[in-house]
């Protein structure tokens, strides 16, 4: 057994303080101000409005946790948060940060709730509408959940883009798409590949945007539909991010199945997210993900590789394997 510390319970147990303090430099576009360039603790005080009592402890604050650095009285970015954290750079990965400050800060501090009850602790708490409809009833709630998506999706997005054997296939579908950065990291590092996202109709706008901002629209179309009530397109591969954890079990497994009816034998289906260790013991990131589907949704569950190879066996697929991305995430894909 290791030696009994108080450091790691303390930087865990007010781990809030370093977050919000990170979340609310990004509210203020902190990151995005410093990227034109170094200010001193004057200028940023105005600029930011920040009130004297606060602005020196706050943005030496920022210095001390690594997300600036402050040189001859300026301060300036450090080389990460200049490249993921400045609006003005198509890297910027601020959307997940700004929902997390918006909706998930105050939500998770009815986790004991959950806990407890098992119930959600979202716009939805109560009943009422789903997280989807919920989001999607309020157009600029909307477009900052899938800016978000697109910000925790898209290191993962290129790894599947690299990795996975696409000159095998011809056509791949992305089902539950958002802004499309899957399929459009698919299709822009391999030619062969033509490309349908697949969403709910509220959707379709903002996704035809990110594909014609990329150059895309003429191989990379997008099809309107539920993934509930309506089949899937059909492809040679199937690719759901993020999208199992958000339902129960009996939902993921049809969703599963109708990967299933839609791909031709020697298709493929690849599910990514951050998958948890078989172990149960390792991928944090995954875990904490699971807690967070339960503030989110009704029945939503994050799960092991070996719980995702059971679903798609089950379903027919005849090779499984689980393959690391980047991060806490890996994709498991099955082979028809
Ligand atoms: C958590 S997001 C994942 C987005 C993206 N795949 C990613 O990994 O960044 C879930 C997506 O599923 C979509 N979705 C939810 N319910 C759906 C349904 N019944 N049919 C089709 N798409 C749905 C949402 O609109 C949203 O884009």
């Known amino acids: 057994m290791s030696e009994p510390r ?7 147990g007010l781990g809030f303080w370093a977050s919000k303090t990170l979340l609310s430099a990004v509210e203020m576009e902190l990151f995005t101000e410093l990227a034109k360039h170094p200010e001193d603790l004057h200028t940023l005080q105005g600029r930011l409005g920040l009130h004297p009592r606060s602005a020196r402890d706050f943005l030496d604050a920022l210095v001390a946790l690594g997300l600036l650095q402050r040189r001859d009285g300026k301060y300036s970015n450090t080389a990460s948060t200049d490249l993921f954290l400045d609006k003005g750079k198509p890297s910027y990965i601020g959307g997940m940060l700004e929902m997390a400050n918006q909706r998930l800060y105050g939500f998770w501090n009815h986790l004991t709730t959950a806990l407890r009850t098992g119930e959600q602790q979202n716009e939805s708490k109560g009943g009422g509408a789903g997280l989807f409809a919920a989001l999607y009833a309020d157009p ?9 998506m697109t910000g925790i999706s898209h290191g993962a997005n290129l790894a599947i883009a690299a990795k996975f054997p696409w000159a095998k296939y011809k056509t791949a579908v992305d089902v539950g798409t958002a802004q499309g950065d899957l399929v459009v990291q698919a299709a822009l590092a391999n030619p062969n590949i033509a490309g349908i996202g697949f969403d709910l109709a509220e959707v379709g706008p903002i996704f035809e945007d990110y594909v014609a901002h990329n150059g895309l629209s003429s191989r990379v179309e997008f099809r309107p539909g539920s993934f509930f009530e ?21 939902e993921k ?38 807690l967070n589907m339960l503030i989110e949704t009704p029945g939503g569950f994050d799960y092991t590789g070996a719980d995702c190879m059971s679903w798609m066996k089950e379903a027919g697929f005849r090779e499984t394997r689980v393959e690391h991305l980047t991060g806490p995430d890996s994709m498991v894909v099955g082979i028809k």
């Open 6 to 12: 108080i450091d790691h319970i303390m930087q865990i």
């Open 140 to 148: 600029a709630r909307l477009k900052q959940f899938l800016g978000a």
């Open 230 to 250: 309506d089949p899937l397109p059909r492809a040679d591969v199937v690719m759901m991010g993020h999208i199992l954890h958000d339902w129960n079990l009996e």
């Open 253 to 290: 497994k049809a969703l599963v199945r109708k990967a299933y009816d839609a791909v031709p034998s020697g298709g493929a289906l690849i599910v990514y997210e951050s998958i948890i260790d078989d172990d149960r013991s390792k991928n944090a990131f995954g875990l904490l993900m699971s």
